[in-house]
């Protein structure tokens, strides 16, 4: 079983930043470099959705288009850690943001039914 655990959300103003940050424990004798990540977000009201994915190695990185060029991903597999690093938010970004482990898949493409892991989530808000 593996627990992740999201920090780094709150409240920010349009055109602002925020640093997401997923820590992974109890990786079930697999390496963390095994799982492939992902992230992921809900607004109220609307279906869970792919904002980024990361490769194992996190030589290769995917972006939703609504993110893409304002949102970096990377990992530290040394430290068991996935960051989503946000930039010029928008108000249309709030939402719950959940990180995600793969044993089966990662990158781009891998449907949301193939990350078996889940966080809690973390609430990022943007005001106008």
């Known amino acids: 079983q593996v627990q992740l655990v999201e920090s780094g959300g709150g409240l920010v103003q349009a055109g602002g930043s925020l640093r997401l940050s997923c820590a992974a424990s109890?990786?079930?004798?697999?390496?963390?470099?095994?799982?492939?990540m992902g992230w992921f977000r809900q607004a109220p009201g609307k279906e869970r959705e792919f904002v980024a994915a990361?490769?194992?190695?996190?030589?290769?990185?995917y972006y939703a288009d609504s993110v893409k060029g304002r949102f970096t991903s990377s990992r530290d597999n040394a430290k068991n850690t996935v960051r989503l690093q946000m930039n010029s938010l928008k108000p249309e970004d709030t939402a719950v943001y959940y990180c995600a482990a793969s044993t089966s898949c990662a990158g781009y493409g891998c449907p949301i039914g193939s990350y078996d892991y889940w966080g809690q989530g973390t609430q990022v808000t943007v005001s106008s």
């Open positions: 990361i490769s194992w190695s996190g030589g290769s990185t």
């Open positions: 109890g990786a079930s004798g697999r390496t963390f470099s095994s799982y492939g």
